[in-house]
């Protein structure tokens, strides 16, 4: 069905839907920048840990890879276009009036859900960088989600609300 291995299972592992997140983190010189994510994964809660998975090819590996201080803005549906934007190293950069600094690290206003995080450790694994950090800050609001699934975006209506 598939003549590549690697698109056969780039293909079985988009059947797994994810939300869509933004990593951002500031450079040397203050500005910030933002990458578009979804191998987020929650991993200890005592102490409160999560992972993502940082691609070597990415032109933002350094500043990534580096950063001791991040954050997560997780995206709500109707936010595909940061998604779309910040899959580029050419639009990464976020205007101050776009972000905050949440707990010390910097996030979007927009999103669903924020937590901030400091790097606890990082594992290379293949072509990715495992970047672990430690949840030092973290809140979340209602919505509906933006969805990643078979390599589309969608949305998840939030099952809570009336
Ligand atoms: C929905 C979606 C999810 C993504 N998830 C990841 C991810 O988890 N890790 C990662 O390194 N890149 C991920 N990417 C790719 C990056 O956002 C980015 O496109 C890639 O690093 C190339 O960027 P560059 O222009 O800096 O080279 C994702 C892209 C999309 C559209």
Redesign the pocket.
């Known amino acids: 069905m598939d003549d590549q291995p690697e698109q056969a299972f780039r293909r079985a592992m988009s059947a797994f839907a994810t939300g869509?997140t933004v990593v951002s983190a500031a450079r040397a010189d203050g500005r910030m920048s933002g990458?578009?994510?979804?191998?987020?994964t929650s991993v200890s809660l005592q102490p409160r840990l999560l992972l993502?998975?940082?691609?070597d090819?990415?032109?933002?590996y350094d500043l990534f890879a580096a950063a001791e201080t991040w954050g997560v803005t997780v995206l709500s549906a109707g936010e595909q276009d940061l998604?779309?934007r910040?899959?580029?190293?050419?639009r990464?950069g976020i205007d101050d009036g776009e972000a905050e600094i949440f707990f010390g690290a910097p996030v979007l206003r927009a999103g669903l859900a924020h937590l901030a995080c400091r790097t606890h450790d990082r594992r290379l694994a293949g072509d990715?960088l495992i970047i672990i950090g430690e949840v030092t800050g973290f809140r979340a609001k209602p919505g509906d989600a933006l969805t990643?699934y078979r390599g589309l975006y969608g949305r998840a209506d939030d099952p809570r609300s009336t």
């Open positions: 869509v990458i578009t994510v979804n191998s987020l993502w998975c940082l691609g090819q990415s032109e933002r998604a779309l910040f899959a580029r190293a050419e990464e990715h990643f």
